[in-house]
């Protein structure tokens, strides 16, 4: 057996190896610890925005929760056009407005492989990884490879303002 001189201050070698391990993987793991509060990464699913269902709004009407928005205003009515929409990647939701006055709003994950859409343009809420294309005005699928509608999201519209219900 291999006796294992004292480094200074008395402890071994071993000692000292152990402890500067055991510190790099503390400080390891706490770089890899975060919050839940944190956003998904791009393309990945939110159990949030996936399991909601819709409501359509118009100006001035108010949902069941009194039409409060509940601090989650994504948008004023002015930003989103008619016959388009837009998408609020941050908070996986796409806003449209199909026709004057009435705003829709479904998950911004794709139901083919779960990437974030990118735009909404003639009519369609476009995902950039492999082609999908939604309707603005029920979510539908226009164009495969995906086979699934976006699902549904509540939402609340009360004077210029569009929230989460």
Partial sequence: ????????????????????????????LAACGGS?????????????????????????QESSAAGATGGRVLARTSEI????????????????QPSQGEFKAFSAICTHNKCVVKDVSDGTINCPCHG??????????RHDPAKLPLPEMKISVRGDSIGLA
Avoid: N, Y
């Avoid at 294992?4 to 000292?16: N, Q």
């Avoid at 925005?49 to 409501?55: C, D």
């Avoid at 294309?133 to 699928?141: A, H, L, N, P």
């Fill in 132 to 141: 999908s294309k939604f309707s603005i005005e029920d979510g539908g699928v």
């Fill in 81 to 96: 056009p008619v016959g388009g929409g837009k998408v609020f990647a941050d908070r996986r939701v796409v806003v449209t």
């Fill in 36 to 60: 839940d509060d944190k956003p998904a990464p791009p393309g990945a699913p939110d159990a949030d925005a996936t399991s909601g269902t819709q409501r359509t709004s118009r100006p001035g």
């Fill in 1 to 28: 057996m291999t006796h294992m001189s004292p480094a200074p201050g008395g402890a071994s070698r071993r000692t000292v190896v152990a402890a500067v391990g055991a510190t790099g993987l503390a400080a390891a």
